[in-house]
């Protein structure tokens, strides 16, 4: 029998979920993606939910992979994007639709909040950026239109917290996803209770924080005949973007990370939370890292948009082709704010362009040429926007940017962002987020003594490569 002990990351994305075993191995960190399965958003009742039955079935459906493979893991840990939740009532069972964050519900609850306590006040206390996805506008459209949903709930969880709970049995809120609610006090990191009476939403569905590396607990006796072995849960940083800081393979305080997928996170790491009113303007959020760190990033729409433009192009392009399109399209000199509502849900994202630069009186892109190289410069130049703005507020200047996450495969986006920033950077690796979430299970096991070791084993376990910003 194998003395190798595994560590389970279940990955689960906007598009996807992957369930990714890893080991140590000579000192080396391996990893193998042993089952995926496709995640999307539903029509339901008029909004945009998930299929929360479908995400929970495809988690059983991993582990029982694993069963089959005869890798039985020493843990599971799960983690996901942010923001979105459920709410449970005493039995247990979910109230209402998993609404996502990027149904429009939201419209018009920022002002709402602000009734309440001003823009400004609410950053001092909680140092997020104002996103109208975000937890605390989803929770007041619900205390607006359904009230009834809110005086049934008795827990409040976060979308791996449920998953967890179907696992186990136990009801556990994590730190980092916790954050993303815009719920937490910066400067306690616990739920600010006092806010959430001013608002008047209840207070006793929100639970103990507890930090990645947490145990929740072993498989329900169900599960485990479910899935056929015993096993335990453990938090990793159940939002995506914190594990795959973890994994950022460097331990210098002079380096960027910019997390690419499907949103582009980018940021440093602080011990110290900066909710002042220069930070608020500049619209820097301080979420929850792994031990009480603080990533201090900027949400950026990322990936996003590429991905809506490849569904809607005709041809099937692999993504050599793609580069090589955009490369084509450098004459073209129109931009976009990647972050305008305009682009977060359309039903075209060619449309969506084409309109925003008509709006703003600039020449509308045509061609795929042209609408791949409007997103990529405007990407490029978001990134080279937000450096300039972190050294601003920090008063540093940074050498580096380490780019981690699926999308530092994109060759053409790499090279734009180093053009655009003139800072050395560096790619890989590509499965940040399921290594980050292994690592705080390993930490938990006490593999390594501590984040600073983990990060060393990253860095030489995994191909990381230095980007040259000139175009050939």
Known sequence: MSDIKYYLAVDIGASSGRHILGWVDKGKIRIEEIYRFENKLVKQNGHLCWDLEHLFQEVVEGLKKCKDLDRIPESVGIDTWGVD?????????????????????????????????????????????????????????????????????????????????????????????????????????DWDFELLKMLGLPTKIFGDIHMPKTLVGPLSKEMEACVGFKTHVVLPATHDTGSAVMAVPTNSDDSIYLSSGTW??????????????????????NEGGYHYRYRYLKNIMGMWMMQNLRREFKHPYTFDELYELAHIGRYFTSTVDVNDSAFLAPDSMIKALQDYCERTNQEKPETECELLYCVYRSLANCYAKTVAEIEEVTGRTYDTIHVVGGGCQDKFLDRLLAEATGKTVYVGPVEATAIGNIMAQMLGAKVFEDLKEARQVVAKSFDVKRIENQFE
């Open 85 to 189: 939740f459920v709410l449970l009532d005493k039995a247990g069972q979910v109230i209402g639709d998993t609404v996502a964050y990027r149904d429009g519900r939201t419209k018009g609850m920022d002002e709402e909040v602000y009734k309440t306590i001003s823009e400004a006040e609410l950053y001092s206390r909680n140092g997020i950026q104002k996103m109208m996805i975000n937890t605390i506008y989803h929770l007041m459209a619900i205390k607006k239109e359904t009230p009834e949903i809110l005086d049934k709930a008795e827990r409040f969880l976060m979308i791996p917290e449920y998953l967890n709970y179907r696992l186990t049995g136990i009801a556990m809120n994590e730190y980092t996803n916790s954050t993303t609610s815009q719920l937490i006090n910066a400067k306690t990191q």
């Open 264 to 285: 582009s996170l980018m940021g440093i790491e602080r011990l110290i939370p900066d909710c002042t009113e220069m930070s608020r303007k500049h619209n820097f959020t």
